[in-house]
């Protein structure tokens, strides 16, 4: 009979904690789990409280994360491993039955009234990374079965902490993959290299859950490092020096092109800048490198406000959100100089419309000059002597030889603008535009569309000047579509109908914008000093006719108001 209940006992049991098997798995969020199994393991045992106890992978220290039964202020308890029964058993990884804490100098007290404590290793892989432990207000509560059925309880604790883990890895990983996504589209929507850098701070500091996040870049030395961009820092970080490469942490991870973590800057000796971590609360740090065609940039950091140890799913993705920047830095950089570039061609433009605005003014002014020299001479001034007429009549001739000169030498100096020729690739010129004012024609909503022949023949020309006048189309196309249209280009030969060989190469720049009223075409390329635009100097149109016809070729304009404009610029071969 003995031996029958005692198998019935067990059966109890087994059957029990098989259900307290399926209660705890019947869920994969960690901390719920967490909670299950401890309530579970009080029910089971009888017990009035009870606790699942994990060690901080940072900090070492044993840490509540589900209780049952105790006190609010439990959450709050630090045990170092070793330290009460609870350390006890994580340090040596044996359960522990005590029949009365009053008397066992290990026991921490947390509820008077607990008389007897069973505590078991909680292990995963092979090592303790936890105890549950129960108690009870009763004198030796707990029995060798019970202590048994805990250690069963926690190998099944086991596997779910485990699979719960890897659920919450997975959710994690998926969740920064979705946030990279969407940073990534977030960085490279700026085109300001100021606005990048605040939005990839800001989108790090999202990403990352961080207190704060530092940007800095290399100077053009690539010995130091400055702070371009933060987000969440506070006046001590932000006047904080700028850090030497070969000196710094952050150099460290300039120079070997590695992520570096510390889980505590307050106390690290790696540390530069210890007093302003403890003024600002900055406590882990995370930091990998901006890389740009295997080149080092700089740094994107992360600071948390507490301890903490950086996965290395998260050291990836910060990895790789650093990479995404690094792009968007350059892009940002590179549409800056295309700026630069640009505002260049146009105050070239600017100067080379005065030259010709000068020449074309001297030519008008020259004939004027010319019939009244003429007039000047036939009236044949001889005034007596001392006569006051005698010297005025001298000085007017003296000033129009004066000013004949000041004409004849802009007219020498506008002849030396006559085009250097070589060989140029116009399909090359064309495409080096089109990457030149892509972002100007994407802000303005118009799309370029190109039909270039590719075996299109060279043409003998000055590549500068030939460069000026199709970005000067190019503009005005962008002018006349202020709502957005088509630009489209297209090259090709043209030849005789005689000869197979070609003889010219004709660019067509055709847009969708307003058009030309008739008055417009046919002053379109007459003069500098007569505009085609209700706003503007009437330079643009005018420069391109005179370069086109400083390298013999011609220039045609097909246009109606309201159904676009196509200029057709021909030179030979």
Not at 292 to 299: K, L
Not at 327 to 349: F, G, M
Not at 556 to 564: A, I, W
């Amino acid at each position: 009979m003995d031996e029958l209940a005692e198998l019935k006992v067990k059966y109890d049991r087994l059957n029990l904690l098989y259900q307290v098997g399926q209660v705890i798995h019947s869920t994969l969020e960690p901390q719920e789990a967490l909670q299950l199994i401890i309530s579970e393991a009080v029910r089971l045992m009888r017990a009035s409280s009870g606790s699942t106890v994990l060690i901080n992978p940072t900090t070492g220290l044993l840490e509540i994360h589900a209780a049952h039964g105790l006190p609010a202020q439990a959450a709050d308890l630090r045990l170092r491993v070793g330290e009460g029964i609870t350390g006890w058993v994580a340090k040596n990884g044996k359960p522990a039955r005590v029949g009365d804490v009053t008397k066992d100098p290990r026991y921490v007290l947390l509820r008077p009234e607990v008389r007897s404590e069973l505590a078991v290793p909680l292990e995963v892989q092979g090592q303790v990374r936890g105890v549950i432990n129960v108690d009870s207000e009763r004198l030796d509560a707990f029995t060798p079965a019970d202590q048994e059925l805990l250690e069963s309880l926690a190998a099944q604790a086991e596997a779910v902490i485990q699979n719960t883990w890897r659920f919450e890895q997975l959710r994690l990983k998926a969740r920064l993959f979705e946030s990279l996504a969407s940073v990534s589209q977030a960085i490279n929507s700026a085109l300001n290299l100021d606005d990048a850098l605040n939005v990839i701070t800001r989108e790090a500091s999202v990403l990352m859950h961080a207190k704060m996040c530092s940007l800095m870049l290399l100077d053009d030395t690539r010995q130091w490092l400055d702070l371009r961009a933060s987000f969440g820092a506070g006046e001590a970080y932000l006047r904080k020096p700028r850090l030497a490469v070969e000196e710094s942490l952050l150099g460290v991870v300039v120079r070997r092109k590695k992520p570096v973590q510390i889980a505590e800057v307050q106390t690290s000796t790696r540390y530069q800048n210890v007093e302003v971590a403890q003024r600002e609360g900055l406590v882990a740090l995370l930091s990998v490198p901006l890389v740009f065609a295997g080149q080092v940039i700089g740094t994107l950091s992360v600071y948390t406000g507490q301890p903490y140890s950086f996965s290395d799913e998260e050291v990836r993705t910060l990895s790789a959100l650093a990479e995404l920047s690094a792009i968007a830095i350059e892009k940002a950089r590179l549409y800056e100089r295309v700026v630069d570039v640009e505002e260049h061609l146009r105050q070239n433009e600017k100067l080379s419309a005065l030259g010709l605005l000068a020449a074309e003014v001297a030519h008008e002014i020259r004939n004027p000059l010319t019939v009244m020299k003429m007039l000047y001479h036939s009236l044949d001034l001889n005034f007596p002597a001392g006569d006051p007429r005698a010297k005025d009549a001298r000085i007017i001739g003296e000033k129009m030889e004066h000013l004949n000169k000041i004409v004849e030498q802009i007219l020498d100096f506008a002849r030396n603008t006559e085009p250097e020729l070589a060989a140029v690739n116009l399909n090359a010129v064309i495409n080096e535009l089109g990457l030149l004012v892509r972002h100007k024609l994407k802000n303005q909503h118009i799309q370029l569309v190109q039909h270039l022949q590719h075996d299109l023949p060279l043409v003998m020309g000055e590549a500068g000047q030939l460069e000026q006048a199709f970005l000067n189309l190019m503009l005005n196309a962008a002018e006349a579509m202020p709502d957005g249209g088509q630009l489209t280009i297209a090259s090709h030969t043209v030849r005789q109908p005689d000869d197979s060989a070609p003889t010219h190469v004709a660019i067509e720049f055709s847009d969708t914008g307003q058009g030309m009223q008739e008055e417009q075409r046919n002053r379109a390329f007459t003069s500098l000093l007569i505009t085609t635009k209700a706003k503007g100097t009437g330079l643009g149109l005018a420069i391109v006719g005179r370069i086109i016809e400083a390298h013999r070729g011609e220039v045609t304009l097909e246009s109606k108001p309201g159904e676009g404009t196509t200029v057709r610029v021909l030179l030979p071969c």
